[in-house]
């Protein structure tokens, strides 16, 4: 599943920079959230409609709107708007800061998620290639006045991924197909209101575009969030994060393969070090991923 993640999650910012060319990013993430929850109702609705063992708690009710808003509808609006000024290979390796925002987030909210020296370490020097990321050189790749705004938006976007995977972590027990298809719903409203208060009404679009939208909704973010609930429910926020070492890998090489996107020196750094950082820090997880733990 990690696998599967990290090539699927990586090649998603090359499609939504594809898709564009044919509509507003409010629109775009209002259709791509919209086709996903669709398919995961109708999932949702054949195994009879199971959520949790228990009644529903009013601060279960809350933290579900929470995930729902920041797993789903709230990133994907960022990522939309803010893909129009950067690069889909800057928005993959910014996806790599999850995994260095979750250690702390983690160290608070999830019992047993220490935050040991050799995972602050790990933290610190990838820190820094978050900050190479936003900063000096790094905002000269496309030349874009809006790519700073950008680049803050696909960052921002990183963060609301990070703390929803260690809110769904503090949830009792739940089926992840009923969570998964609850969350997307709740992202759904959220996003179709703001694409209206926003962009008014949803601009006409041509076959093509209709047709990487409704991948966008199928591959990358219901069958692909299916997966990053079963991993965050069965093995924890952190180990869920490993995912990140290839997303940004693949955003970058297909970026620059498919796209002709440029590959700037300071990119490359602060990917080096977002990956450095990670792998120290999640170097248990991946002694257990490779069976050497």
């Not at 993640?5 to 939504?16: D, E, K, N, S």
């Not at 040991?116 to 190479?132: H, M, S």
Request: contains cysteine; proline residues 6%; hydrophobic residues 60%.
């Amino acid at each position: 599943m990690v696998g599967v993640l990290g090539l699927v999650w990586g090649a998603t910012f090359l499609v939504i920079s594809l898709a564009l060319d044919g509509i507003t990013p409010f629109w775009l993430a209002a259709a791509r959230i919209g086709f996903a929850t669709v398919l995961m109702l109708a999932i949702w609705g054949l195994r009879g409609f199971r959520l949790f063992d228990a009644p529903l708690a009013s601060r279960t009710l809350f933290n579900l709107i929470v995930i729902g808003a920041l797993s789903s509808a709230v990133p994907f609006m960022l990522l939309s708007w803010g893909l129009q000024s950067v690069t889909s290979g800057f928005a993959g390796v910014s996806m790599a800061a999850v995994a260095l925002m979750v250690l702390p987030l983690a160290h608070f909210m999830v019992p047993g998620e220490r935050l040991t020296l050799r995972k602050g370490l790990g933290f610190v020097i990838g820190f820094c290639g978050v900050v190479l990321l936003i900063g000096g050189q790094a905002f000269e790749t496309t030349g874009n006045p809006m790519e700073p705004l950008g680049r803050l938006a696909c960052l921002g976007a990183a963060g609301c991924y990070a703390l929803s995977s260690v809110q769904m972590r503090s949830l009792p027990k739940v089926d992840p197909i009923g969570l998964n298809a609850v969350t997307l719903l709740i992202g759904a409203v959220i996003v179709i209101v703001a694409a209206f208060w926003v962009e008014g009404a949803p601009p006409v679009t041509d076959r093509n575009t209709v047709l990487i939208l409704i991948f966008l909704g199928l591959v990358p973010t219901a069958g692909a969030s299916l997966l990053r609930v079963l991993l965050i429910r069965s093995a924890g926020p952190v180990f869920m994060s490993l995912v990140n070492y290839q997303v940004p890998v693949w955003s970058v090489i297909l970026g620059a393969l498919i796209l002709s996107e440029p590959l700037p020196p300071s990119l490359l750094l602060a990917l080096s070090l977002i990956l450095c950082g990670v792998a120290l820090s999640q170097y248990g997880a991946l002694r257990r991923l490779f069976g050497r733990g």
